[in-house]
Nanobody
Framework: QVQLVESGGGLVQAGGSLRLSCAAS????????MGWFRQAPGKERELVAR????????GYPDSVKGRFTISRDNAKNTVYLQMNSLKPEDTAVYYC???????????WGQGTQVTVTS
């Protein structure tokens, strides 16, 4: 069972940037697809970025495309989410997740809060 720990959240003004990190342990990181999700108060959890096990493929919803970039360093067992041009509507708890493929995520971190002020 892989353990995931997110870091890098915080308070930022609209237009600013943050970089989230997710450190994995207890599994074979390079074999997992990874994803970043977010959940705002009163809303369902939504996928914001996903990356294949090799890092060769990535995917984003239209709401963050062009602003968010997911990447991974398999040597460091870490996945990143670079968030630029942040908007107040990006405010949420951000979670990383792992899975055997990027359609099915089975392990989750505890989340990190991102708050964007206007």
């Amino acid at each position: 069972q892989v353990q995931l720990v997110e870091s890098g959240g915080g308070l930022v003004q609209a237009g600013g940037s943050l970089r989230l990190s997710c450190a994995a342990s207890g599994g074979t990181f390079r074999s997992y697809a990874m994803g970043w999700f977010r959940q705002a108060p009163g809303k369902e959890r939504e996928l914001v970025a996903r990356i294949s096990s090799s890092g060769g493929s990535t995917g984003y919803p239209d709401s963050v495309k062009g602003r968010f970039t997911i990447s991974r360093d398999n040597a460091k067992n870490t996945v990143y989410l670079q968030m630029n041009s942040l908007k107040p509507e990006d405010t949420a708890v951000y979670y990383c997740a792992s899975g055997a493929n990027w359609f099915s995520f089975t392990s989750w971190g505890q989340g990190t809060q991102v708050t964007v002020t206007s």
